[in-house]
C-alpha cells in the first residue's frame, strides 16, 4: 500500500511537473504571442506616422510649388500689362513732344523782337525759341567756358559772356564756339570788342539734368552743361540765355577758328523726339511677354504627363 502510494506520489509528481511545464510553455507562447502583436502594432504606428509625415510633407510642397507658380504667372501677366501702359504713355509724350516742336518752330519763323527792358521770368517758357536782339556791352572778365564740345572734329568749347544792358540788368549770351587753343583770352583779344554791341540770337532753356549729366564745378569755373541758374548767380545776371546766331558767311568759318572768333549757331529747332522709339520698344516688350505668358498658361502642369501614362 505504501509503495502504491509512493507510486500514485511519483506519478502525481510527474503530472505537476508536466502540467507546470506545459503551462510555462504556453505562457511563453502566449507572451511571444503578445510581444509579437505589440511588436507589430508599434511597427504599424511608426510605419503609419511616416506614410502621415510623407504624405504632408508631399502635400506642403506640392502646395509650396503651386504657389510658387502662381505667384510667376500673376508676375509674367503684369508685364504686359505695364509695357503696354508705357508705350501709351510714350505715344501721348510724342504728341505733346510734337505740338512743341511744331510751336517753337512757329516762333522762330518770325521776326526778331526787341528783347524788354524788364523781362518778365514767369512768362519767359513763353517764348523760348523767340529771336531777339539787344544791345549792351560784354563782360569778359566773368567769361565762362562750356564743354569741351566738338565742332568740325575738333576740340574746343562754348562762350558764355554776360552782357550788361544799357537799362543796367544782365543776361547770358551763348556767344559760340572756340577752338581748345584759343581758350585763353589773350589769345584772342584782338577780336573781344569793346563797347557797345548788337547781339542777336535765339532765347532757350537751360538743358534739363539726368542721372548721368555731370557735375559742374563753379569754384574752378569748369561747366560740363548749361546751367542757367547757377551761371546767372555767379555772374549777377538774370536767369536769360540768349543763344548768338551765326554772324558773317559760313565759308569764313575756318578763318574765324584760326582768328579764335566766336562761332555761333544757325537758328534751328533742336529739341530731341525719342518718343517713337520708346513706345516701340515698350510695346515690343509687351507683345513678346503676351506671347510667353500664352506658352506658360498653354503648358500642362508638373506631372500630368506621368498620371497620363500611369492610367493608360
Not at 505504501?2 to 511563453?28: E, Q, Y
Request: charged share 25%; aromatic share 10%.
Amino acid at each position: 500500500m505504501l509503495l502504491r502510494s509512493g507510486k500514485t506520489i511519483k506519478n502525481f509528481t510527474s503530472i505537476n511537473f508536466i502540467r507546470d511545464r506545459f503551462r510555462f510553455r504556453s505562457g511563453s507562447i502566449i507572451l511571444n504571442q503578445s510581444l509579437s502583436s505589440q511588436l507589430v502594432k508599434r511597427n504599424y504606428a511608426t510605419n503609419s506616422l511616416i506614410n502621415i509625415s510623407n504624405i504632408n510633407a508631399n502635400k506642403y510642397s506640392k502646395s509650396k510649388f503651386n504657389t510658387n507658380q502662381f505667384i510667376q504667372k500673376i508676375v509674367l501677366a503684369l508685364f504686359p500689362i505695364a509695357g503696354f501702359c508705357l508705350g501709351t504713355w510714350q505715344i501721348q509724350r510724342l504728341r505733346w513732344k510734337v505740338g512743341l516742336i511744331e510751336e517753337c518752330e512757329e516762333r522762330l519763323s518770325k521776326p526778331p523782337m526787341i528783347l524788354p527792358k524788364r523781362i518778365k521770368l514767369e512768362v519767359l517758357n513763353d517764348y523760348f525759341y523767340r529771336r531777339v536782339k539787344t544791345l549792351g556791352k560784354f563782360l569778359y572778365d566773368k567769361e565762362m567756358l562750356l564743354g569741351p564740345r566738338t565742332f568740325d572734329n575738333k576740340h574746343g568749347y562754348y562762350v558764355i559772356t554776360p552782357l550788361e544792358r544799357e537799362n543796367g540788368t544782365t543776361v547770358l549770351v551763348k556767344r559760340g564756339w572756340i577752338s581748345k587753343d584759343k581758350v585763353n583770352p589773350s589769345t584772342r583779344k584782338n577780336n573781344q570788342f569793346e563797347g557797345i554791341v548788337n547781339v542777336e540770337g535765339v532765347l532757350k532753356s537751360a538743358e534739363k539734368k539726368n542721372w548721368f549729366t555731370p557735375k559742374n564745378n563753379p569754384d574752378r569755373n569748369e561747366w560740363l552743361w548749361t546751367d542757367v541758374e547757377t551761371m546767372a548767380e555767379r555772374t549777377g545776371a538774370q536767369p536769360v540765355l540768349i543763344e548768338q546766331s551765326l554772324e558773317g558767311s559760313p565759308y569764313l568759318i575756318n578763318q574765324m577758328i584760326e582768328d579764335g572768333i566766336p562761332i555761333g549757331k544757325i537758328p534751328n529747332v533742336d529739341l530731341r523726339n525719342t518718343h517713337l522709339q520708346y513706345a516701340i520698344t515698350w510695346y515690343s516688350l509687351s507683345i513678346a511677354t503676351s506671347v510667353m505668358f500664352y506658352m506658360l498658361m498653354k503648358k500642362p502642369p508638373a506631372g500630368h504627363f506621368n498620371r497620363k501614362v500611369m492610367q493608360g
